[in-house]
């Protein structure tokens, strides 16, 4: 039993560092990709940010799919994964308000110690929606 359960702690753990590169990627995607739209293409900048998300968001969700979970796509998890960044924009709302309005932290420093919070929870929001139907491909 202990050995499952080291080994359990070994799989999620590494799910996690690879959720939290596709992550990274995700957001240089997204940042790329507005200034794409916005400087050179120069389209306005709410919608080139409304683009890029939505751009960058489909490219996580198959980043996440296939490298973080391994498990195959369906239009059911494709159509449910926008609801982790209704999560992850929530919380990291929330959290941001009670660093800056109730422990007085300045906002330049609020929205980084809110993503110590969000990736966690994002993570697993993101593993139930991919996790629930999604038929594993790693061994």
């Given at each position: 039993?202990?050995?499952?359960?080291?080994?359990?702690r070994?799989?999620?753990?590494?799910?996690?560092?690879?959720?939290?590169?596709?992550?990274?990627?995700?957001?240089?995607?997204?940042?790329?990709?507005?200034?794409?739209?916005?400087?050179?293409?120069?389209?306005?900048?709410?919608?080139?940010?409304?683009a890029?998300?939505?751009?960058?968001?489909?490219?996580?969700?198959?980043?996440?799919?296939?490298?973080?979970?391994?498990?195959?796509?369906?239009?059911?998890?494709?159509?449910?994964?926008?609801l982790?960044?209704?999560?992850?924009?929530?919380?990291?709302?929330?959290?941001?308000?009670?660093?800056?309005?109730?422990?007085?932290?300045?906002?330049?420093i609020?929205?980084?110690?809110?993503?110590?919070?969000?990736?966690?929870?994002?993570?697993?929001?993101?593993?139930?929606?991919?996790?629930?139907?999604?038929?594993?491909?790693?061994?």
């Open positions: 039993m202990k050995e499952s359960n080291s080994l359990w070994k799989v999620y753990h590494n799910q996690f560092i690879r959720f939290a590169v596709v992550g990274g990627l995700n957001t240089g995607t997204f940042y790329l990709l507005y200034l794409l739209f916005h400087q050179l293409f120069m389209l306005q900048y709410l919608v080139s940010h409304i890029a998300f939505l751009l960058s968001m489909i490219g996580s969700y198959f980043l996440n799919v296939f490298f973080t979970f391994g498990v195959k796509p369906s239009w059911k998890t494709f159509i449910q994964f926008p982790t960044q209704v999560v992850n924009f929530t919380v990291s709302t929330v959290f941001v308000f009670i660093f800056v309005e109730w422990v007085n932290l300045s906002p330049l609020a929205p980084i110690l809110a993503v110590l919070f969000t990736v966690p929870i994002t993570f697993l929001v993101t593993a139930k929606i991919l996790r629930r139907d999604g038929v594993s491909h790693e061994s």
